[in-house]
C-alpha cells in the first residue's frame, strides 16, 4: 500500500532505507520509543529486513521530492474492549508516529497523520483511533489536536519505559487522546 499526500510518499520500508531510518532511531526522542533504539548501521541493516513484510500498517514517511525516509507512521488493528475474546473486532487503532528532528517543525507530521487516520477510516475499518502521549510531550500533544482528536484524560504513573538512577521503574504520566470516526467524517465535511 502507497499512501501519497501532497509532499509526501507514505510507502512500506525498503532494505535501502537503513541510513536514513538509523538517522532517527540512534537517538529516539522520547522513552517510549527507547526499545527501538539502533545502535550501528548494520543493526538498521537487519531492523529494515523485518520491516519488508510490513505492507498494510506500518509506513515509511518520504519526501516525494528526493525519496528521503524523513519519519515513520504505524499502528495496528486491535479489539476496543481489553478483554475481548478472539472474536472481538478489531476497529481500534493506536498509532506510533515520529519524524527525524531536522524535518519537524514543517508540517509533515501532520500532513502523514492525517492521511494515514483518512486510511484506517477510510479503508482499514477504523471506528476509534486512539493516541498515548507523555505529559511533557507537548509537541505530539499539539499534532493530535491539529488532528481534532479529543484529549480524554491523564494516567497518572502509567507506564515505565526507562529506569531511576537507583534502578527502579521511572513512572510516566500518560495522556490519551481520541476520534471517533464520526468525528472525523463531521470534521473533514466542514
Ligand atoms: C510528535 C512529532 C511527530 C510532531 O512533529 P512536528 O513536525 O512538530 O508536527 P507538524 O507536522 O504538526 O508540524 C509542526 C509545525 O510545522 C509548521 N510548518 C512549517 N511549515 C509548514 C507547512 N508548509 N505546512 C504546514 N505546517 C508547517 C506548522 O506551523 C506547525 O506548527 P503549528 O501547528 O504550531 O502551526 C515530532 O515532534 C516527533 O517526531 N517527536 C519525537 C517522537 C515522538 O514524540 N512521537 C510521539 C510519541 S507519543
Redesign the pocket.
Known amino acids: 500500500m502507497v499512501i501519497e499526500t501532497k509532499r509526501l510518499i507514505l510507502r512500506p520500508f525498503l532494505e535501502g532505507d537503513a541510513a536514513d531510518v538509523y538517522e532517527y532511531l540512534k537517538a529516539p526522542?522520547?522513552n517510549?520509543?527507547v526499545s527501538m533504539k539502533l545502535h550501528s548501521l548494520d543493526e538498521a541493516r537487519k531492523e529494515m529486513k523485518k520491516r519488508l513484510g510490513e505492507t498494510e500498517y506500518y509506513f515509511a514517511i518520504t519526501l516525494r521530492d528526493g525519496g528521503k525516509v524523513i519519519?515513520e507512521i504505524n499502528a495496528y488493528p486491535e479489539t476496543g474492549e481489553p478483554h475481548g475474546d478472539e472474536n472481538a473486532v478489531r476497529d481500534t487503532f493506536s498509532p506510533?508516529?515520529?519524524?527525524n528532528k531536522n524535518f519537524?517543525?514543517?508540517?509533515?507530521?501532520?500532513?502523514a497523520a492525517h492521511a494515514f487516520f483518512d486510511y484506517l477510516f477510510s479503508q482499514k475499518g477504523a471506528r476509534r483511533i486512539y493516541a498515548?502521549?507523555?505529559d511533557y510531550?507537548l509537541?505530539?500533544q499539539?499534532?493530535c489536536e491539529?488532528l481534532g482528536m479529543r484529549r480524554e484524560g491523564t494516567f497518572l504513573e502509567f507506564i515505565s519505559f526507562v529506569s531511576n538512577p537507583d534502578g527502579t521503574p521511572k513512572y510516566e504520566n500518560t495522556v490519551q487522546y481520541a476520534i471517533l470516526k464520526k468525528e472525523w467524517e463531521l470534521q473533514r465535511s466542514n
Not at 519537524?104 to 500532513?111: D, P, R, S, V
Open positions: 526522542a522520547v517510549c520509543f519519519g506510533c508516529w515520529m519524524m519537524q517543525g514543517k508540517g509533515y507530521a501532520f500532513e498515548y502521549t507523555e510531550n509537541s505530539s499539539h499534532l491539529k
